[in-house]
């Protein structure tokens, strides 16, 4: 069993800083670095993308809309050309950076309500597909199984890392628990790791309404935006390797 742990970082701008980088990218094996549209800004990117190379860390682009004042979490209409544009403009900024640090992009995954609106609208996942092909074709995408972002990922022919959340719940259909909801996390990490397990093992989560869902997973995200999510992801990675798993970048196994 091999499985990369993914985790959204370099989400800190200007005078504000957010995460608990420095703590989490020794845990995980891939990060998801924010390019200045949700957050980020140059400095970040940069001290990300060096702090990465250290600890042996892969690196990814995390595009989202440019909305820092709605943490990219607001849905902002744009046709397919836009979000192909704006993924393309942001693949860019850190690309640099990752040139800087003689750092090999690995893979893009888009954030929050951009990620959100391309795994239901062709349109938008066409637009984040192309941006990825166009950039480099041999970046991973990450998208989850049976969504529109996973369909014109392989149509575009992409190499898609199949992703799914250690501590959100799912629902009978398949798709995450809406944050909205009173049983949309999972705050123990031994039912994080029991959920992981199970899609490794025997391909399938339980949803919450005890419905048994088919599931597939290359990468798994974890969030560590606060000391208690540190120790979440801390505590996961340590039962996945008890009970035999491997923790890897996706790129080394896909």
Same mark, same amino acid.
């Given at each position: ?10 989400? &800190? ?15 995980? &094996? ?24 250290? #600890? ?5 682009? @995390? ?47 888009? @954030?929050?309500?951009? #990620? ?29 199984? @049976? ?22 719940? #799912? ?63 801390? @505590? ?19």
């Amino acid at each position: 069993m091999t499985i990369d742990l993914n985790c959204d970082l370099g989400e &800190s701008y200007g005078i504000y800083t957010l995460g608990m980088d420095q703590k989490v990218l020794p845990l995980v &094996s891939s990060a998801n670095v924010a390019c200045g549209g949700h957050a980020g800004d140059s400095a970040v990117m940069a001290r990300t993308v060096a702090l990465a190379k250290q #600890y042996g860390t892969a690196v990814g682009a @995390h595009p989202g809309f440019l909305d820092k004042e709605g943490f990219g979490r607001r849905y902002i209409a744009m046709d397919e050309e836009e979000i192909y544009q704006l993924c393309l403009y942001q693949i860019g900024a850190l690309h640099a950076f990752c040139c800087a640090e003689n750092v090999q992009m690995q893979h893009v995954k888009p @954030h929050g309500a951009l #990620y959100n609106a391309a795994l239901r609208d062709p349109a938008a996942a066409r637009g984040v597909a192309r941006a990825v092909k166009d950039f480099n074709e041999n970046l991973l995408l990450f998208a989850p199984v @049976h969504t529109e972002l996973q369909a014109a990922g392989e149509r575009h022919g992409l190499r898609v890392a199949k992703e799914m959340f250690a501590d959100r719940t #799912y629902t009978a259909g398949g798709t995450l628990t809406p944050r909205t909801e009173q049983n949309a996390f999972l705050d123990k990490p031994e039912d994080a790791a029991a959920q992981v397990l199970d899609v490794l093992q025997e391909g399938i989560v339980k949803a919450v309404d005890g419905t048994i869902v088919a599931m597939v997973a290359d990468t798994i995200c974890v969030h560590g935006d606060n000391e208690q999510a540190v120790l979440f992801i801390q @505590h996961l990675r340590n039962q996945l390797e008890h009970h035999g798993a491997s923790v890897q970048a996706a790129g080394e196994f896909i």
